[in-house]
């Protein structure tokens, strides 16, 4: 294992220009420079008190949808007010110039979609991809004033059957979608190498990506300042952010 940061730069380059399939897999980490907070992170926020892991639940929205949902428009208006950062350009960038680029993200922000990437698979959704709770219904109606404060605002009633519209994301004790699942195994077993970007290795299956990778061949390279359950496995080990190691890389490669 290769901690070096100047060796690990240009060690993690080479690898990236001499494979053939490049799969990159992202996690919050990818998206806390652009001031979207991590579930794990320390956030100083009117939500802070609230435990991310008993909000983002099919069991919450039954208890509570209005509390559950101003939760969710609160950090959707976080989103729609960050922008991409030199790390997520620094992807897209990769993609543009190496043959076989997959972007496997857990993010449920479009933070790599505006930075021009391809996304392969949102393994737990997307925030802005509302659906009715009760019947599935793709919602693209009205959101409403993103700009309230407040702790508790009613979901928006279905057109079809009156029940709420809950957002895009894979909750905690949800299944994972299918077609995004299948993508993101499929991108991790022909992947030469894997490049794990900002993410705890807490959450699965998601977290069985690099193990699964590494199974059927591929180098694992991860990029986290700090170390995670993730960080024994991998071949290479690079603690410096996203935004710092990401934009390294693309200058260090060929
Ligand atoms: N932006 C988003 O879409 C978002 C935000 C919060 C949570 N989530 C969801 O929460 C779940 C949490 O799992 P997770 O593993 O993705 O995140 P996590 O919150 O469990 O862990 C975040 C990881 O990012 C690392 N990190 C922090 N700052 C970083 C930086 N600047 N650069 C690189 N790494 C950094 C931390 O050390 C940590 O290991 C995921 O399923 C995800 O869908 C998504
Ligand atoms: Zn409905």
Redesign the pocket.
């Known amino acids: 294992m290769d901690t070096m940061p100047d060796a690990i730069a240009s060690a993690v380059a080479r690898r990236v220009d001499e494979a053939g399939r490049v799969c990159v897999l992202t996690?919050?980490?990818?998206?806390?420079?652009s001031g979207?907070?991590?579930?794990?992170?320390t956030q100083d926020s009117l939500w802070s008190r609230f435990d991310p892991m008993r909000l983002a639940t099919a069991d919450a929205w039954r208890a509570d949808a209005s509390l559950v949902w101003a939760w969710y428009r609160w950090r959707m208006r976080i989103v729609r007010q960050a922008q991409p950062h030199a790390g997520h350009r620094a992807l897209a960038a990769l993609a543009r110039r190496h043959p076989c680029v997959s972007l496997v993200t857990?993010?449920?922000?479009d933070l790599h979609e505006r930075a021009g990437s391809t996304v392969n698979a949102h393994v737990?959704g997307s925030l802005f991809a509302l659906r009715c709770f009760d019947c599935g219904l793709a919602y693209d109606g009205p959101l409403g004033d993103f700009l309230s404060d407040a702790q508790r605002v009613p979901p928006m009633a279905c057109p079809a059957c009156g029940g709420g519209i809950r957002p895009g994301v894979v909750w905690f004790g949800e299944a994972l979608p299918d077609d995004a699942w299948d993508a993101a195994t499929d991108a991790a077993r022909r992947c030469d190498l894997m490049l794990v970007?900002?993410?705890?290795?807490?959450?699965h299956p998601?977290a069985g990506l690099p193990a699964l990778a590494r199974r059927h061949g591929a180098t694992v390279v991860e990029?986290?300042?700090?170390p995670?359950a993730l960080s024994g496995e991998a071949d290479h080990v690079w603690r410096a952010?996203?935004?710092e190691a990401l934009p390294g890389l693309l200058a260090a490669s060929a």
């Open positions: 996690g919050a980490g990818m998206s806390a420079e979207v907070p991590t579930f794990r992170g857990q993010n449920v922000d737990h970007v900002g993410t705890s290795g807490l959450v998601a990029i986290n300042p700090e995670t952010t996203a935004a």
